[in-house]
């Protein structure tokens, strides 16, 4: 099946600081990536949906200079919170789509982000 | 846009016995209906999905059905094991917008051995 992954799985950083997260298809080439983030108990909150060599498209309310996404390549997506605040801290979790699928989604592991 | 509810929140089963969960969807254009597991500080993993040209798909000892007039799908799982026990997800997403899944708010799954 379709393999997602994500580093770190666990990052803990200081007030003030810029934290990139990765996510990578491992054995697909994802055109779309996806950018989730989950509060404790809460279900998943799409972030933003990032297209390969184009700008990412924002969900409302989500602030595109505090998170920045850049899908580099067919397999690589970033995302970095910049000057983290402990508001911050979540679960961030990628999914990628298959193009050779329908229209699944598959989730990355997932990172724990903790903003001291 | 589309909103899924899901239910119950939390499900306790004997291992063994059978569980279902119920997810429903406001949009009738809603074509593609996926269900996900996730297991504490896991990322969801993508178990079944169903589209909406078919009322049933099984895999196993999960199935998912949808009715696409009362606007609900429900995910199945036969013989109950304690790895069963996690959280799940239902979502849904119109073709308008199949970029964006609509996920339900969660259904925590434990299995009592």
């Known amino acids: 099946g379709a393999v997602v992954s994500q580093h770190p799985s666990w990052v803990i950083c200081k007030s003030g600081t810029s934290v990139k997260i990765e996510c990578r298809s491992l054995?697909?080439?994802?055109?779309?990536m996806f950018w989730y983030r989950q509060f404790p108990k809460q279900s998943l909150m799409l972030m933003a949906t990032?297209?390969?060599?184009?700008?990412?498209?924002?969900e409302q309310g989500v602030e595109k200079d505090k998170f920045l996404i850049n899908h580099a390549s067919l397999t690589l997506s970033t995302l970095t919170v910049t000057s983290a605040h402990p508001e911050d801290s979540s679960f961030y979790i990628c999914?990628?789509?298959?193009?050779?699928?329908?229209?699944?989604?598959?989730f990355g592991p997932g990172t724990r982000l903790t903003v001291l | 846009g589309e909103n899924v509810e899901q239910h119950p929140s939390t499900l306790s089963v004997q291992e063994g016995d059978s569980a279902v969960i119920k997810c429903t969807y406001s949009?009738?254009?809603?074509?593609?209906f996926p269900w996900y597991k996730q297991e504490l500080g896991k990322g969801p993993q993508l178990i079944i999905d169903?589209?909406?040209?078919?009322g049933e798909k099984k895999d196993q000892r999960i199935a998912v059905t949808l009715n696409k007039t009362a606007k609900h799908f429900s995910l199945h799982i036969t013989e109950t094991q304690p790895e069963d026990s996690a959280v799940y997800f239902c979502?849904?997403?119109?073709?308008?917008?199949?970029?964006?899944?609509?996920f339900g708010s969660g259904t925590k799954l434990n299995v009592k051995p």
């Open positions: 949009d009738s254009a809603s074509n593609y």
């Open positions: 979502a849904a997403t119109p073709p308008y917008n199949f970029n964006k899944f609509y």
């Open positions: 999914s990628a789509r298959d193009p050779g699928g329908y229209n699944e989604q598959f």
């Open positions: 169903i589209r909406s040209n078919v």
């Open positions: 054995d697909f080439q994802a055109t779309t």
């Open positions: 990032s297209n390969e060599g184009s700008k990412a498209t924002y």
